[in-house]
Structure formats: structure tokens, C-alpha cells
């Protein structure tokens, strides 16, 4: 129901008072900023569009690779798999002819869709948004490839910029810049923030990780330039007070104890006369939904205050409240913050790196110890074949939170899901052979109309930077090229 005559502007802000007169709370799409003649009119619908929600990227990034067979569907018929009978690593003379060639890919095969198919057991926890996503098969990162060693470092930095990085351990780097700046570049200059970058772990950013290869390789997705990395943020409570506060992460060194009671103070605090003005505009439906939006950044708040786990420290030690303890609360109070962000409108493009390359991450909460990139080199080890799949399964657990909490946000008369695209995805290929082939690729929601989800495609050896192009066309940033590309995906809308 809209109550008032003139719309509510879209940039409308609940704004704190006092010692929160920093505080910024941006509004989600409302009815009331929807100018009432488009109601009813004959051109409703188009112009609607033009007020409403605009397309948004959000990419994930997940580490090491996964094992395969346990991700892909097996369908009669269909090759859906890159031949894994060859050990692993290439022998010298595989490396040798690889090096010999300009570009390292697989000469395409024919494109298979459908919508009939069994979701594999590592996705099975994906099963509830199945017509909600496209499962995409056979992309490659042939350019990870090229040279030897270094999987880790070339997985990651060419997957989003499909360029052939410099091999080097120093820090005469140079990548490329990634497809997500791009578009940050194209359309950030309409919202607070062009791009959002997080992550699970900082990582190391100087000195060599990968054999050849500088940490900074190894550590970062998102490239602002062939020199230099879009940093990630690890935080939550840094990520929390850039969107509602517009604290940078350097702020918070040497803070006093007051400015830490400050950041403690619910930021609602600061903005009740602001909401009881604004409330006084809207709707009951637009006053629900300011409401459920409201509660979502309280029930952060919690999340980034509540003491840690079973966790004993000695008398006098205080545990900075920062970072959760297991990977499941700090990717879900990560990706809430992420959803916020874009809910927000405070930026359209942001990635999210579940770990960096070679991470030694451990998941004792699953019940297993031992570090996730030893177990991906398992040699055949059925034992740790199945703690691999465990721990690709229990990413994909995570991954329907993430879609779960998309869907439950209205926007008009759809979801923010809906109005999004969001990927789940790596460069790395088989975990064990670091083949860069048939990499991990989950693309969910509808793109403002322009995806249609709900199938299993597979491209048998198309470049990955196609995927790239196809989005950008679709975020409005339309490009003849982008690092190795050869053309757009067909099939991802019907």
C-alpha cells in the first residue's frame, strides 16, 4: 500500500544522533519509493524496473579444488567428467609439450543441458534450491596450466582475470584485472562502495607460498590492476563498521575505551528518531519489511558480541570478540554482512573467499583434524578421499544457508536471490590434480530475469572467461574481450 503522494528516495538513510552521528543505515527497496503513478499504468511494469532493483554479483570462492566424482552428476551417455584414470602429477614431458604451447585447453565438446538429473552426494545439501541454481560443467582456467608448479598461486589469480601470471616469488608480480572490477569500474560510481571484498583468512602477502610463486598469488581473487590485489576483509566487526559506520580497518588501531563502548552500542540506538521519522512515511507492508530488515542487523549484532566457545582463558586475559571460532559461524556472519551489503544497495559486485589457496585450515568441528589441502593429496587414500567429500558437502551446507537467507528477503514482488547472481566456484579442478579443468561451478538466482536456473549444463572445455563475459552483459558492462575468452555461454537463459 502506498501512503504518500511523493516517493521515498531510493538513497534514503536512517541516520544516527549524538555520539552515532556516523551511523548511516541504508533503506532496502521499499513500496514508498515507488512513484505512485506507475501504479496501474500501462507502462508499470518497465518503468517499475527502472526504479526497482538492479542486478548484483556476488562470487564465492572456495580453495583446493574439490574431488570431482563426488560433485558432478554421472549421466548415461554424457561425459560430464575429465578423464582422472592419469596419476597425478604430469610427468616432465607433459610439462615440457604444456609449456610448448601458447594456451593449455581442451579442444571443446558438445554442449548438455537438462533439468533431469540427480544432484551428486556432494551437493546433496543444495537439494531444496535445485531449481534455484544452474550446476555448470566442463569450465576450464587452461592458462593454471601453463609453466610448472605453482597450481595453488595460478588456480586462484587467473580464475577471475584469465591471464598467464608472471612466475615469480618476489614482488615483481603481474596478474590482470578481474572480471569483478571490471565491473566495478562500470557501475560502482552509482553506489557507496564500487566492490566488496571478503574472506575466511588473510593469508600471507609477502615472500613465496607456491613453488615459484609470490603469497600474494595464493591469497587474493580480485584484481583491481596487473599489480595490484583488491584486499580482502576477514573481520567481521571491520566489515560491520564500513557499512554502517564509515570506519576503515585502519581506524581501529589505537581505538580508546570509549570509541570501543561506542562500536559495542547496538547502531539502532543512534537511529530511533530517524526510523519513528520515516516509519511515519510508509505503508504497514513497507513498515514490515523495514522491521524484518532491522532485526537482521540486530541479530548480527548479537553474533559479533556473543562470547567464544568453550574457551578458557587465564585470569585478567580478555579475548578480543572479532573472528567466530569455526568455519561455519564465521562464513554465515560473513555472508550475512555481504547480504546486508547488497540489500543495502551499498554495492552490487563483492567476492567472498572462503580460504585462501593451500589453506591449512582444519574443520575439528566436523570431526576432522587434519588440514584440508594435506587430505586433497590423498594418493587414492579412500580415508581421506571421504574426508575430502565430508568437507566439499559441508561447504555446500553453508552454501544453502547463503541461498536460504537470499530467498527469505523480499524484494517487490521477488527475492533478493532472485534479483541476484551469486557463484559458487573454483580454478583448481580436481583437488588431487590440480588439473584446472571442469572446475567447481554453481551459479544461483535469476540475474533480474536474464538466468534461468534449475539445470545441469555442460560445456565439455570452454574457458572460464566466457562464464565472465556472460555475466558482465548482464550486470550491464558489455566488453569485446576479457583475458582468454572466446566468446559468451550460450544456454544460461532459455
Known sequence: MIVRKQPLARREFLKGVGKGAGVAIALPLLEAMIPTALIGSAEAAQRVRKFGPHNRLLILYYPNGIHTPNWYPTIPGVKTLVDNSRPSPLTPEEVAAQEAKPIVAREPGSLF????????????PLERHRNDFLLLGGLDVPLAKLDQAGDHAKALSCYLTGVRIRRTATDDIQSGISADQIIANAVGGQTRFPSLELGLDYGRMEGGCDPGYACIYSNNVSWKNATTPAIKEVNPRIVFDRLFGGAKASDHHGESRDQQETYNRSILDYTRESLTRINGMLGVNDRLRVDEYLTSIREIERRLDSPPSNV?????????????????????????????????????????????????????????????????????????????????????????????????????????????????????????????????????????????????????????????????????VVVERHGDSTGRLPALSL
Open 113 to 124: 543441458a537438462t533439468s533431469e538429473y540427480e544432484l551428486a552426494p556432494g551437493m546433496k
Open 312 to 476: 578458557k582463558l587465564p585470569k585478567g586475559v580478555v579475548r578480543p570478540l572479532r573472528v567466530p571460532d569455526t568455519f561455519k559461524d564465521h562464513f554465515r556472519l560473513m555472508a550475512d554482512l555481504q547480504i546486508l551489503a547488497i540489500q543495502q544497495d551499498v554495492t552490487r559486485v563483492s567476492t567472498f573467499m572462503l580460504g585462501v589457496e593451500q589453506s591449512r585450515r582444519t574443520y575439528t568441528e566436523i570431526g576432522i583434524p587434519e588440514e584440508h589441502h594435506g587430505l586433497t593429496h590423498h594418493a587414492g587414500n579412500e580415508e581421506k578421499i571421504a574426508k575430502v567429500c565430508k568437507i566439499d558437502a559441508y561447504c555446500s551446507e553453508q552454501f544453502a544457508y547463503f541461498l536460504d537467507r537470499m530467498k527469505s528477503i523480499k524484494e517487490g514482488e521477488n527475492t533478493l536471490l532472485d534479483n541476484s547472481m551469486v557463484l559458487l566456484g573454483n580454478g583448481n579442478g580436481d583437488a588431487a590434480r590440480h588439473d584446472h579443468y571442469n572446475c567447481m561451478t554453481v551459479l544461483a538466482g535469476r540475474g533480474c530475469g536474464t538466468l534461468d536456473p534449475g539445470r545441469f549444463i555442460t560445456y565439455d572445455g570452454l574457458v572460464m572467461s566466457n562464464l565472465w563475459l556472460s555475466l558482465m552483459d548482464r550486470m550491464g
